[in-house]
T-cell receptor, first 114, second 116 residues
Framework: AQSVTQPDIHITVSEGASLELRCNYSYGATPYLFWYVQSPGQGLQLLLKYFSGDTLVQGIKGFEAEFKRSQSSFNLRKPSVHWSDAAEYFCAVGRWGSQGNLIFGKGTKLSVKP | DAGVTQSPTHLIKTRGQQVTLRCSPKSGHDTVSWYQQALGQGPQFIFQYYEEEERQRGNFPDRFSGHQFPNYSSELNVNALLLGDSALYLC???????????????FGPGTRLTVL
C-alpha cells in the first residue's frame, strides 16, 4: 500500500540551529514528492517539490530537501531556523505523470525555542 | 492573481444535517481536489473533479458527494452529518497535465466544519 511516514511527531529546535525533518515513502511508481507547511488554522503552503533531475531541491524560505531513491526518503532541511518557522510540516507523494491524489504523512510539528 | 478560495471559513452543524462547501480554483487551473484533515492528522483525499466529472475517489462513503461547474469551481456536499465529520476541509487546484501541471496542487485556506 502507498504510504508516507513522518517518524517525528514533534520536534523542538533552538532559533538559529539547523533542522532536518524526516520523510519516508512507500510508492510503487516513480513519485512526485512535496513538502507543505501549515500554520495554525491555515491551509497548506507548498515549500518545495521534486519531480525529476537533481535530487537536491531548493524551496522557499530557505528550505531544501534531498531525494534518496535507495532509502525512499525525502528529508527537509534548513541550515538556520527562525522563530517564524514554527508550524506543522507535511510530506506528500503523488504519482508521476498523473493528476491523481496526493498521499500525506501525519505531519511533524516544529516548535522553535528563543 | 487570487489563489484558491473557499467558503465559508467556519461552519457549525448538528448531526444528521447536510452541508455544502464551496471552492474556486486558482486562475488557469481546471482540476479540483478535496481533502479532509481531522485534528492532528494529515489531509486525506476525498475526491477529484476534472471536466465536471468525478475522476478519482478516496475511501469516503457516498454521503460525500461533489460537483464541478463549467467555470471549474466546485462544491463538496456531505449528507447525514456525523460527529466524526468534524474536520478542516481543504480544496486544492492544479494545472492540466498537458500544461505542465505535474500534480502540483495549490491549497485553499480550508473550511472548518464542526458537527455537534
Amino acid at each position: 500500500a502507498q504510504s508516507v511516514t513522518q517518524p517525528d511527531i514533534h520536534i523542538t529546535v533552538s532559533e538559529g540551529a539547523s533542522l532536518e525533518l524526516r520523510c519516508n515513502y512507500s510508492y510503487g511508481a516513480t513519485p512526485y514528492l512535496f513538502w507543505y507547511v501549515q500554520s495554525p488554522g491555515q491551509g497548506l503552503q507548498l515549500l518545495l517539490k521534486y519531480f525529476s533531475g537533481d535530487t537536491l531541491v531548493q524551496g522557499i524560505k530557505g528550505f531544501e530537501a534531498e531525494f534518496k531513491r535507495s532509502q525512499s526518503s525525502f528529508n527537509l532541511r534548513k541550515p538556520s531556523v527562525h522563530w517564524s518557522d514554527a508550524a506543522e510540516y507535511f510530506c506528500a507523494v503523488g504519482r508521476w505523470g498523473s493528476q491523481g491524489n496526493l498521499i500525506f504523512g501525519k505531519g511533524t510539528k516544529l516548535s522553535v525555542k528563543p | 492573481d487570487a489563489g484558491v478560495t473557499q467558503s465559508p471559513t467556519h461552519l457549525i452543524k448538528t448531526r444528521g444535517q447536510q452541508v455544502t462547501l464551496r471552492c474556486s480554483p486558482k486562475s488557469g487551473h481546471d482540476t479540483v481536489s478535496w481533502y479532509q484533515q481531522a485534528l492532528g492528522q494529515g489531509p486525506q483525499f476525498i475526491f477529484q473533479y476534472y471536466e465536471e466529472e468525478e475522476r478519482q475517489r478516496g475511501n469516503f462513503p457516498d454521503r460525500f458527494s461533489g460537483h464541478q461547474f463549467p467555470n471549474y469551481s466546485s462544491e463538496l456536499n456531505v449528507n447525514a452529518l456525523l460527529l466524526g465529520d468534524s474536520a478542516l476541509y481543504l480544496c486544492a487546484s492544479s494545472l492540466p497535465l498537458l500544461a505542465g501541471g505535474k500534480n502540483e496542487q495549490f491549497f485553499g485556506p480550508g473550511t472548518r466544519l464542526t458537527v455537534l
